[in-house]
C-alpha cells in the first residue's frame, strides 16, 4: 500500500475529515439538550454528518489505497450528506423564523382580551372566575398549578426549579410551550401569574424582551390573548411604565 495521489490531496482530505469530525461531536454534543423541534434539527445533522465523516474517512483510505470499489460508495455518501446538511440548514432556519420573526397579522385578524397587565396579585381570583366562565382553551403559566384545579378549559405549565416543571431561566422553553399552546388552540389565552419569579432568576430586560416578544406571537401573529400579573412593588416606575407601553392594564 503507497501514496496514491500527490500530498497536498492527502493533506486537503485529512482537513476536511478534521473538519467533518468536530461539526459531529459538536452536534453530537447537544443531543436532547433542546426543545424537541430543535433537537429533531440536531438528530438529523448527526446523522447526515455521520454520513459525511464516512464518506471523508474512506477518501482518506483510498489516497493510500486506490480502489475502484470506494467510488460508487463515496458518491452515494457525499450526496446523501449534502442533501442532508442543506436540509438541516433550511430546517433550522425556518424554525428560527418562526419563532423570532412572527408573521404581519392578517387583516381583520385580532384577539378578544388582547395583551393586558394587572398589578395586583389580589385580583388574580376575580380573572379566574371570569375565565371558568370563557368557551375558549387557556394556559397558565404559574407557580401554583393547584389553584387552577377543576378549571376544564385551563391547562398550566408550572414553574419551579423541580423536576416535572420548567425552569425559571428557560426562559426560551416558555416560550416554545405557550407558542404550542395557541398554535394548537386558536383564539386562546394565556395567563402568567408568576413574573416576580421570574425576576428572581433572569434580570427585568430579559424577563421584558421575553414579554414582548411573547405579546407579538401570542396576540398579533395568532390573535390569542396574554394576561400578566405583577406585584408592582418589586418594579421601578421606569420598568412599570416600561410594561404600560406594551401592556393594556386591567
Known amino acids: 500500500m503507497g501514496l496514491a495521489v500527490p500530498l497536498y490531496v492527502v493533506a486537503m482530505d485529512l482537513v476536511l475529515l478534521l473538519a467533518v469530525g468536530y461539526a459531529l461531536a459538536f452536534m453530537a454534543r447537544r443531543m436532547n439538550r433542546y426543545d424537541p423541534e430543535l433537537n429533531t434539527m440536531v438528530k438529523y445533522s448527526v446523522i447526515f454528518l455521520s454520513i459525511a465523516f464516512v464518506g471523508r474517512l474512506t477518501d482518506l483510505i483510498d489516497d493510500f489505497c486506490y480502489t475502484s470499489d470506494f467510488y460508487y460508495f463515496q458518491w452515494v455518501t457525499y450526496f446523501v ?13 425556518r424554525l428560527m423564523e418562526n419563532r423570532y420573526l412572527p408573521a404581519p397579522p392578517k387583516a381583520g385578524q385580532k384577539s378578544a382580551l ?8 389580589n385580583r388574580l381570583l376575580d380573572v379566574i372566575e ?27 405549565v408550572w414553574v419551579t426549579q423541580v423536576s416535572g416543571g420548567v425552569n425559571p431561566t428557560a426562559l426560551h422553553v416558555l416560550h416554545d410551550v405557550i407558542l404550542r399552546f395557541v398554535r394548537d388552540n386558536p383564539g386562546s389565552a394565556v395567563l402568567i401569574d408568576c413574573v416576580e419569579y421570574l425576576l428572581l432568576y433572569n434580570d427585568f430586560r430579559t424577563v421584558f424582551k421575553f414579554l414582548t416578544n411573547l405579546k407579538d406571537h401570542v396576540v398579533l401573529q395568532h390573535g390569542s390573548g396574554l394576561v400578566i400579573f405583577v406585584d408592582d412593588s418589586v418594579l421601578s416606575e421606569q420598568e412599570k411604565a416600561l410594561l404600560l407601553k406594551e401592556f393594556e392594564p386591567l
Open 81 to 93: 450528506s449534502i442533501i442532508g446538511v442543506i436540509y438541516s440548514v433550511v430546517y433550522y432556519v
Open 114 to 121: 388582547g395583551a393586558h397587565v394587572v398589578f395586583s396579585k
Open 130 to 156: 371570569l375565565l371558568k366562565s370563557a368557551n375558549f382553551p387557556v394556559l397558565a403559566v404559574t407557580r401554583s398549578p393547584g389553584m387552577y384545579e377543576g378549571f376544564d378549559n385551563v391547562s398550566t
